[in-house]
């Protein structure tokens, strides 16, 4: 079955830093990965996905993030916060059945971003 | 082009009685799959409708029910509530073309007393 780990549960960074969050998955299978943002009471809002090909996907609102095989990783990147990118960002795999078109979401315990002005 | 829309937006029920949640998907989208999350967790997947149809089920008993229409619209419902089937449900729409983004709406606050 898959799985997904977030590492961090609430990260604090000052506006205007750079920000990394970390996010390792299992899957037997080549993944569908995704990161989801949460605001309070909201629901999920996609911000980036990898299927296949370029391992350095870029997202909305100036987020990227980087699949890397070897180490079961799918980071999530921005390199100059924003006030307003405080929420909560979940880490998805997507388990796709078989013959069939869709998938089943697996979701990390997300990581709480707030911003220090 | 609305987004996924889902009703009500807040719900209160007492332990032992049943609820209905309902669900509108992106349009183009004949997908539905349904999902919980507890305060403080991630969202956990309940099950996916197609062609009105359960397609695949969680890990979710079976006081959790579903129903998908021609419209592709869906109902979430739970029978027998516990106090532990409070939480957010959150329905979100695809295509079934396959390697489709899935579209959340906002959700439905379920509290159970």
């Known amino acids: 079955a898959q799985s997904v780990t977030q590492p961090d549960i609430h990260i604090t960074v000052s506006e205007g830093a750079s920000l990394e969050l970390r996010c390792n998955y299992s899957?037997?299978?080549?993944?569908?990965l995704f990161w989801y943002v949460q605001s309070p009471g909201q629901g999920l809002q996609l911000l980036l996905k990898y299927f296949s090909g370029d391992t350095l996907v870029q997202g909305i609102k100036g987020f990227e993030a980087e699949f890397k095989r070897s180490q079961s990783s799918f980071n999530l990147r921005k390199p100059s916060v924003h006030w307003s990118d405080a929420a909560e960002y979940f880490c998805a795999v997507g388990a796709a059945y078989s013959g069939a078109g869709s998938y089943q979401l697996t979701f990390g315990k997300g990581t709480k971003l707030s911003v220090i002005p | 082009d609305a987004g996924v829309t889902q009703s009500p937006t807040h719900l209160i029920k007492t332990r032992g009685q049943q609820v209905t949640l309902r669900c509108s998907p992106k349009s183009g989208h004949d997908t539905v799959s349904w999902y919980q999350q507890a305060l403080g967790q991630g969202p956990q997947f309940i099950f996916q409708?197609?062609?009105?149809?359960?397609?695949q089920r969680g890990n979710f008993p079976d006081r959790f029910s579903g129903h998908q229409f021609p419209n592709y619209s869906s109902e979430l419902n739970v029978n027998a509530l516990l106090l532990g089937d409070s939480a957010l449900y959150l329905c979100a729409s695809s295509s079934n073309r396959g390697r489709e983004t899935q579209y959340f709406g906002p959700g439905t606050r379920l509290l159970v007393l």
């Open positions: 409708y197609y062609e009105e149809e359960e397609r």
């Open positions: 899957y037997g299978a080549t993944p569908y």
